[in-house]
């Protein structure tokens, strides 16, 4: 087991990584003294595979302290956040209470939320079960839901007591799914070193094929750049805005898609588009471009986007958490590792890098 | 204009406390150099007494940058959230946004909660319109929404960018409005020193008829008082506790009589039980208990409670936020000054603290 210190001045904690770790959970919980009073809330698919495994680390488990939720896109919603609340007051849950997130980013983005806001905070510890979640959510105290058609529109910044990424839970991942975690995986290869993205790109077979040695590596790689980054602008005001590369268009492709593609592919194809505008706008050469598109040509006969409009993608943009003034600002790429922050770009400019960036996604 | 500094180590802001300073509050703006994309979120009521005087002094307030809402309990509501963030979004405001809160408890609360929550965090600031929100909610960061039965139950500590206090707006408050405010003063009272207890005391005739100068002496030694204890504990996880004197009884009573109850008329019932309950455990004598029940004496014959059912205010109390491990804790006194927290007491005593602390508000 390899632990990672997320070393943020307020709310510090620790992000334990290994194969078959979930088991030492009731373990870390005692020594961190919390509360005898925990509340469970679990992935469906996640309970569908571990039910046995879960209720024997956890044999206080009973429907009564636990639920569990589809992790659809539509459940990341008000509905399941008063299905939460309802059963925490229902069973008398007090401010020393403790909620348990067992599952992918959907499961801890609401459980975490639940959490910063049920008694106006109560405590909480992620263990995601995915790799995306592993890599991405579980780590920085995001949480939240969605509103309307408008993906985490409300939330809070919220830190968890510890993160437990046990890398057996990834057995059962379709290979869509590892796909997922690997486009926000790659993201942390271009905001890195050319080391890390090397090896990446080196271990890229292995990886997809879920590589115990190698997925920890990465892992771990991964968690120490967000923790890192996080550490620097915990809200989102400043460097943090460096973990959006490709996320302005991928959270309006996933929209657009409604939610039926992916995060991390639309996360994969976001930086695609992010790569085109980058050249477009002179931050890379036309070389470099096709350089860093042999890791995305790699992933992309895995993920599929169906038509879609641009003026609509354009319009989704324009409504993303990261503008100021109602303008877009993109997070684009100088190179691996130089990441160029709040650029604008004209909409023909913006329209020729979603052609561009989407095309090997569409043409089939 | 007097002003009175939060010093909290993350995010410090200044209160502003006067008479015909609203005026002002557009040049503060300025000072402070918040966004030009702000929001408003108005009183119903306020709005019918002071729309010339809002929209004078911002000339760019519409029906599309702003909304009205009724100051009800039953409008602390995630359907008013709902209807805020629908109307942030429609008019695409972005994390740099400005919530202007203008109103009572009620709306600075919603207003705070969704400050707090959309886009994660968008900034605030109140102008309480009450004596009671001047002295109690806008200062200290606590937000939030009803749900269900259970007042203040999903919410989030947030701290304003500033808090502005201009006392001519109270004198289109009701009589029982600003002793529903003198409520919570009161308690501010017990928990201070023999000083201001004893000022308060003698000055409670001429804050009843919103005399100027007491009314600007006792709310700075209000938000004086609430600041530096806010500053010491601001998640409630210890000293901020002293605040609920009274309070454990308050919620319950609220609960019970539906709501119909105001906020600072229940707040004195629920010291009334405290004192009661206070007795009853030893923390003070009978001497005392008939010392402190002059000021809440004089102040009894405006309140009123309809019938309740002991055993549901019991178990009503059973559910609230300060409890840990599902036991009741109390905060009672030992004197003016010397608060005692946590306290646990049999069911009997809090019966007997209960039907002696109500009868003078229940016997008509």
């Known amino acids: 087991m390899k632990t990672v210190e997320i070393k943020l001045s307020q709310n510090p904690y620790k992000v334990l990584v290994g194969e078959g770790i979930f088991e030492n959970l009731s373990n870390e919980i005692s020594k961190k003294k919390l509360t005898q009073k925990r509340f469970f809330i679990i992935d469906k698919n996640v309970n569908l ?3 046995g495994r879960i209720r024997a680390a956890f044999t206080e488990l009973t429907s009564g302290n636990s639920i569990v939720l589809e992790a659809k896109e539509s459940k990341k919603s008000f509905e399941s956040l008063f299905k939460i609340y309802s059963k925490l007051l229902k069973e008398n849950y007090g ?3 403790l909620i348990i997130a067992i599952g992918g980013g959907i499961i801890g983005d609401v459980a975490g939320f639940a959490a910063a806001t049920y008694m106006r ?3 909480l510890i992620h263990v995601p079960t995915t790799l995306l979640s592993s890599v991405d959510s579980s780590v920085g105290g995001k949480t939240g839901v969605n509103f309307g058609d408008t ?4 939330g809070a910044f919220y830190q968890p007591e510890l993160v437990l990424i046990d890398t057996s ?3 059962t991942l379709s290979k869509g799914e590892v796909i997922s975690g690997i486009g ?3 993201k942390y290869g271009f905001l890195s070193d050319t080391k890390f993205y090397n090896y990446l790109k080196k ?3 292995k990886l997809q094929n879920l590589d115990d040695i190698v997925l920890e590596k990465v892992i771990m790689e991964c ?3 967000k923790g890192s980054v996080v550490i620097s602008d915990e809200k989102e005001s400043g460097i943090r805005k460096v973990l959006n590369l490709g996320h302005t268009f991928a959270h309006a492709i996933e929209v657009d898609q409604n939610y039926k593609i992916k995060h991390g592919h639309a996360v994969i194809a976001g930086i695609s588009c992010a790569m085109y505008l980058s050249c477009k706008l002179n931050f890379i050469t036309e070389n470099a471009l096709n350089e860093y598109f042999e890791i995305i040509n790699a992933l992309s006969s895995e993920i599929k986007i169906a038509e879609y409009n641009f003026n609509k993608l354009y319009a989704l943009m324009r409504r993303d958490k990261k503008n100021r003034e109602s303008k877009i600002k993109f997070v684009l790429i100088g190179g691996v590792g130089e990441i160029v922050l709040d650029a604008e770009a004209n909409k023909s400019d913006v329209e020729y890098a979603v052609k561009c960036g989407l095309k090997i996604f569409t043409k089939r």
Chains 1, 2 share one sequence.
């Open 49 to 51: 595979h571990y039910a």
């Open 95 to 97: 401010r020393d209470s």
């Open 121 to 123: 905070g109560i405590k």
């Open 151 to 154: 993906k985490n529109i409300v």
């Open 169 to 171: 839970f990834f057995k």
């Open 184 to 186: 926000e995986v790659i």
């Open 203 to 205: 271990n890229l077979h």
């Open 223 to 225: 968690v120490k750049i």
